[in-house]
């Protein structure tokens, strides 16, 4: 049995070549994975009565074993096959000098890889075919398929710069003064063709292929090759495309928007892809084709009657229906967002692409949500719809859409980049990172704009508002980096030329010097000339302001129903890292369920209180320490008692002393005499204690859980803090949930210490004001050495583990995390990393040692909370990572809690697994 079927498939060998047209598709159904994003989006089309030239699509399989044999022998008769199918349907035939069938070849991988892969239009087009449809058609048509042929062939199979045909064609419109291609008339066009002809000739060597099939082959062999482009390389790299997927290639009959003032091209979007409303939305050219559209020679006009009279709707009422009707079909069949590419030739109108239209978070969020409403999509299906990364834009600031707007039609756009960075900052141009550091101390905010960046230039993105490039790419050093400070940044602007000895940039026909304003819209990647007012965002006037009401924002509205539909999908607990009040009630508004990480040490940088904590460090026994600290009780306990009042029974975590006390010490001369004059004592005594505690690698010296072992008063103290303020709260009918966090524990020992400490301490305090509070105990997790020793310090009465990732990444690779910036961006350029380990966790190398900790932990302690507090806790990607290893919570800043829930919900939704990126 199982041989005959073998023996089977080898006599019928499988289908690679499937044909659409005439309401019929071969491949409806069979998807992105064989028919690539374009080729499914035409067999779905149409299978659904939606007029589609005919055609036909080559199997995504046979892209990788061409590439590997360099052959399409075997491929042809299934080809002959199909294309003589295409003839049947449009009643031309391919070669035909009379009346020739004309194809497109179009490539298209199972993902939209937007300008990586070629097309090649009017192919078919040979010189004797070219009088033929002069003929029939009109010498200028006729004449205008020719040159773009021509221009796309050489370009792509022949590989002669396009930019040398240009060159020709902008000369002869620049002698007949003709302000776009749409108005060379014929004779020019012929002049064009010849020297386009010529060039070819002198370039290869030969004259242009003349023979249909020639050029079809040579076209076809072209599209899958180009999956091997280094454009395309990269931007897999980028976006994480595996390489093996390879592109399909669909070769289609031509429909011609250029046949005169009745036909049109032109794209849409099923909804505003900026803001999301539902409103049909896009531009045609009239007389046009391909890409004219966006490429920018003439001035696209709006599909929807907008009182200029030249919209598609009044001026070509017909098709403008039936594309209303198209629009309607697709979104029901897709459940999503389209976006459309079409052509109307001589009224009639063809659609040649469909796909799902990227969009902003804004666009995202609005979307998901009423689809959801509209019954399209399921409540579920909405929250996969939005990336958790998109809700970062609509909590960035913004430019008021009127001020942008005047900008904008005030002529005042420069260019438009990458956006890097979401935000919108305004500040004086610097053009090197030192100017920038100078310039930002004169209180001025400051935009630096370079060609890149490196790793000298740190100094200047920090020091500015704003961050433009005009070279480079999402993984640009620019991008990373700013992605790290959390800046507004563009990159990759382009238009815009840097003149460095001048301190001057240009663009367009505008200029700007150095300290002239300048606005970045990293979530648009405009770039404006002058100074742009911002404003929160609309989600935190509602939230955190106050100022907008809420019933007056629908985005809001949107934003809170996305969010409550990811609380009831996700497993994971999302807690925030907040150090004061103000962090923590920011931190509740957002939906934390609890503080994951209170930080101490924050709290002892406030004005009166640095004095205090300096007496402590200089003292010189532990009774003058205690003296000292006593100062400090009362104002730790504010603080704690303030974050109770916000959390409420929710549990804050809350860690000891973490870091070297040197860093509380003033290190200037001058500051150290004011300092020792304030303590009351020598500077020269001040002096010493400095030199006593500086030390060489200070973040692997004396800080840390290793404080409270030495010093056992600090840690005491911090201890009895919390727990007399848990007191008050209780008194004031509040119910907190303290845990006490110990930094930095590397073994047993240490906790065990420490945890009877602050067990004895709790006892203390809870004799002294008779309320027994409860609470845990717990560790960090952050030494590679705690991580393997998981177990026995789980044993040892340890109720949770925090793992501490940023200390983790920094011990596991041996990276010091503020010194990284020197080569961090080379290694994640050049590929030597995947990502930034600081910014997405290393799930080989330090999420094992994570993995290892939950095991053992749980092995020991059944019911060990575990959760994260390093700045991973608020990456989706990462997040995904602690959802499948079985964390319980994370937590991250309070700005990040809305994606970190998004996010974790994705990864419930998913299924679970380690993600796929591992
Ligand atoms: P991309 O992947 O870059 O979008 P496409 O294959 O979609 O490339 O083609 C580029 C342009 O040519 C698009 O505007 C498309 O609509 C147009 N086009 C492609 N095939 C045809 C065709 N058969 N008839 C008319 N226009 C076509
Ligand atoms: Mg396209
Ligand atoms: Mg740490």
Redesign the pocket.
């Known amino acids: 049995m199982a041989t005959t079927e073998r023996a089977a498939e080898r006599a019928v060998p499988a289908k690679r070549v499937f044909f659409f047209g005439n309401g019929h598709a071969e491949g409806a159904g069979l998807g992105k994975e064989r028919l690539g994003g374009?080729g499914a989006g035409l067999a779905e089309m149409t299978a659904l009565g939606i007029p589609v030239?005919p055609?036909f699509t080559i199997d995504t399989s046979v892209c990788l074993d061409f590439l590997r044999t360099g052959d399409l022998e075997g491929l042809k008769p299934e080809v002959e096959d199909a294309l003589a199918r295409v003839e049947g349907s449009t009643g031309r035939k391919f070669g035909d000098p009379a009346n020739p069938l004309?194809?497109?070849v179009?490539?298209?991988a199972r993902s939209?890889?937007?300008?990586?892969?070629?097309?090649i239009?009017n192919l078919g087009l040979t010189s004797r075919a070219l009088d033929g449809l002069a003929k029939a058609s009109g010498e200028r048509f006729a004449l205008d398929c020719r040159r773009r042929f021509l221009q796309m062939y050489s370009d792509i199979v022949l590989e002669i710069p396009r930019s040398q045909f240009e060159e020709i064609l902008t000369r002869k419109k620049e002698e007949r003064g003709a302000k776009s291609d749409a108005d060379l008339e014929a004779a020019d066009l012929r002049w064009v063709v010849d020297r386009f002809e010529d060039l070819v000739r002198q370039r290869s060597g030969a004259p242009f292929p003349d023979d249909p099939r020639e050029q079809l082959w040579g076209a076809i062999g072209a599209v899958f090759r180009s999956w091997d482009n280094d454009r395309a390389k990269e931007y897999r790299r980028l976006y994480r495309i595996p390489e093996d997927w390879g592109t399909a290639v669909?070769v289609?009959?031509?429909?011609?928007?250029n046949r005169g003032e009745r036909s049109a091209?032109g794209?849409a979007f099923t909804r505003d892809p900026a803001t999301g409303e539902k409103r049909f939305y896009g531009e045609f050219l009239p007389n046009a084709?391909?890409?004219?559209?966006?490429a920018g020679i003439r001035t696209p006009r709006p599909l929807v009657a907008d009182g200029s009279g030249t919209s598609l709707e009044e001026t070509m009422p017909e098709p403008y229906a039936g594309l209303l009707r198209v629009r309607d079909l697709l979104e029901k069949a897709f459940r999503d967002m389209q976006d459309l590419?079409?052509?109307i030739?001589e009224g009639k109108l063809?659609l040649?692409?469909t796909r799902n239209g990227k969009r902003t978070g804004f666009a995202a969020v609005r979307i998901a949500d009423e689809m959801a409403a509209e019954g399209l999509i399921s409540e579920k299906e909405s929250v996969t719809r939005v990336e958790p990364e998109q809700l970062v834009q609509l909590l960035a600031p913004i430019f008021p859409t009127k001020e942008k707007e005047a900008a904008v039609q005030g002529g005042r756009l420069l260019a438009k980049g990458l956006p890097a960075g979401p935000g919108a900052a305004s500040g004086r141009i610097a053009f090197t990172a030192d100017r920038a550091v100078e310039m930002a101390r004169t209180g001025d905010p400051v935009v630096l704009v370079r060609v890149e960046t490196s790793p000298e230039d740190i100094a200047g993105m920090n020091a500015a508002v704003g961050i433009l490039t005009t070279r480079g790419g999402a993984t640009s050093h620019a991008a990373v980096v700013a992605r790290g400070m959390g800046k507004t940044c563009v990159v990759g602007a382009h238009e815009i030329s840097v003149d460095d000895s001048k301190r001057e940039l240009r663009a367009r026909n505008l200029s700007a010097k150095e300290g002239d304003f300048l606005s970045v819209d990293g979530t648009s990647g405009e770039v404006m000339l002058g100074k742009l007012p911002t404003q929160p965002s609309e989600i935190l006037q509602v939230l955190i302001d106050g100022s907008l009401p809420a019933g007056k924002s629908p985005l809001f509205g949107a934003f809170t129903r996305l969010l409550e539909r990811a609380d009831r999908a996700r497993k994971l607990g999302v807690r925030a890292n907040a150090d004061t009040p103000t962090d923590a009630r920011v931190a509740r508004l957002f939906g934390a369920q609890g503080i994951g990480l209170c930080r101490t040490e924050h709290m002892f940088f406030g004005e009166n209180r640095i004095v205090a904590v300096r007496e402590m460090i200089v003292a010189e026994n532990e009774a003058d320490r205690r003296t000292a600290l006593a100062k400090l009780l009362p104002m730790q306990r504010e603080d704690f008692v303030g974050i109770f009042r916000e959390m409420g029974e929710r549990p804050v975590t809350i860690r000891l002393l973490d870091p070297p006390l040197h860093e509380f010490l003033p290190h200037e001369e001058d500051a150290v005499a004011e300092t020792a004059g304030e303590l009351g004592i020598p500077p020269e005594k001040l002096r010493e204690r400095v030199r006593a505690l500086s030390e060489m690698n200070p973040m692997l010296g004396h800080r840390g859980c290793r404080l409270g072992i030495t010093f056992p008063e600090i840690y005491e103290i911090q201890v009895r803090a919390i727990f007399e303020a848990a007191a008050e709260a209780r008194r004031a009918g509040q119910n907190p949930n303290p845990e006490v966090m110990i930094p930095l524990i590397g073994t047993k020992a240490e906790f065990e210490r420490l945890r009877a400490l602050t067990d004895e301490t709790a006892r203390r305090v809870s004799s002294e004001t008779g309320l027994d509070i409860s609470y845990r105990v717990g560790t960090m997790i952050e030494i590679p050495r705690a991580a393997l020793r998981a177990s026995e310090i789980a044993a040892a009465n340890c109720d949770f583990f925090s793992f501490g990732t940023n200390d983790l990444t920094q011990m596991t690779f041996g990276y010091s995390r503020d010194d990284a910036a020197s080569f961090l961006p080379t290694y994640i350029e050049t590929g030597i990393l995947p990502d930034d380990p600081f910014a997405t966790i290393d799930q080989e190398g330090v999420g094992e040692l994570v993995a290892l900790a939950v095991k053992r932990g749980r092995e020991a302690r059944h019911d060990l909370k575990l959760g994260v507090c390093g700045e991973h806790g608020g990456d989706p990607r990462s997040i995904h990572f602690f959802h499948s290893v079985g964390l319980d919570y994370v937590s991250c800043s309070p700005f990040r809690v809305a994606v970190a829930r998004l996010a974790a919900a994705h990864a419930a939704l998913s299924g679970g697994g380690v993600s796929s990126t591992a």
């Open positions: 374009k030239p055609g004309l194809v497109s179009r490539s298209g939209s890889m937007p300008g990586m892969m070629d097309t239009l669909n289609q009959a031509m429909v011609f928007g091209t794209v084709q391909g890409e004219d559209v966006v590419e079409f052509t030739e063809y040649l692409q």
